[in-house]
């Protein structure tokens, strides 16, 4: 069972890291017509906020990962 959680974790993680990635360059992308477009200011302060989404968002994930693996092995 603990090699099963391990697999699905680290499948899990890559494809969320390949998700971020991408979010990542989308929201890189924008902010790069935007400055070009001179909302400079603006743009970067709503990719900072949607970043840290982001992040709150994996942290939160693997919390559960965390909390479904202590969970699993105690039952």
């Given amino acids: 069972m603990e090699e099963l959680n391990e697999d699905i974790a680290s499948l ?37 906020e949607k970043i840290n989404a982001l992040l709150i968002n994996l942290r939160l994930y693997e919390k559960g990962l965390k909390s479904s693996a202590t969970i699993d092995h105690t039952t």
């Fill in 12 to 48: 899990r993680h890559d494809q969320l890291n390949q998700l971020a990635m991408n979010t990542a360059q989308e929201l890189y992308e924008a902010t790069l017509q935007k400055s070009a477009a001179g909302g400079g200011r603006q743009s970067h302060a709503s990719v900072q």
